[in-house]
Nanobody, 125 residues
Framework: QARLEESGGGLVQSGDSLKLTCAGS????????RGWFRQAPGKEQEFVAS????????YYGDSTKGRFTISRDKTTNTVYLQMDSLRPEDTAVYYC??????????????????WGRGAQVTVSS
């Protein structure tokens, strides 16, 4: 069964860095773009970053641009989210997702058809 699995979450202090990993379990994810979304308690789901499968074009949310970097290893079907200069407002559950799309529609959650279970990231002040 195809699935995505996030890892690397944890508790860090403001200003620290953290790297999330999203592993794809099956061939289903080879030609699929990937995205990261997050959701904090009581808040709407928020787009974090995405990477297109065909040319590695990346998109970032306004609150993460310049601090977060999405990348991927095609040989292992793995996507990473490097998070630097973390702030308490980055605290959320981070979800990895896969999409057949490869354009700016990747900033929308509705473009994704596979989702991981999420990884908690907590940033203390």
């Amino acid at each position: 069964q195809a699935r995505l699995e996030e890892s690397g979450g944890g508790l860090v202090q403001s200003g620290d860095s953290l790297k999330l990993t999203c592993a794809g379990s099956a061939q289903n994810f080879i030609n699929r773009s990937r995205g990261w979304f997050r959701q904090a308690p009581g808040k709407e789901q928020e787009f974090v970053a995405s990477i297109a499968w065909h040319d590695d074009t990346t998109y970032y949310g306004d609150s993460t641009k310049g601090r977060f970097t999405i990348s991927r290893d095609k040989t292992t079907n793995t996507v990473y989210l490097q998070m630097d200069s973390l702030r308490p407002e980055d605290t959320a559950v981070y979800y990895c997702a896969a999409s057949p799309n490869r354009d700016r529609s990747l900033i929308k959650a509705s473009s994704y058809d596979y989702w991981g279970r999420g990884a908690q990231v907590t940033v203390s002040s």
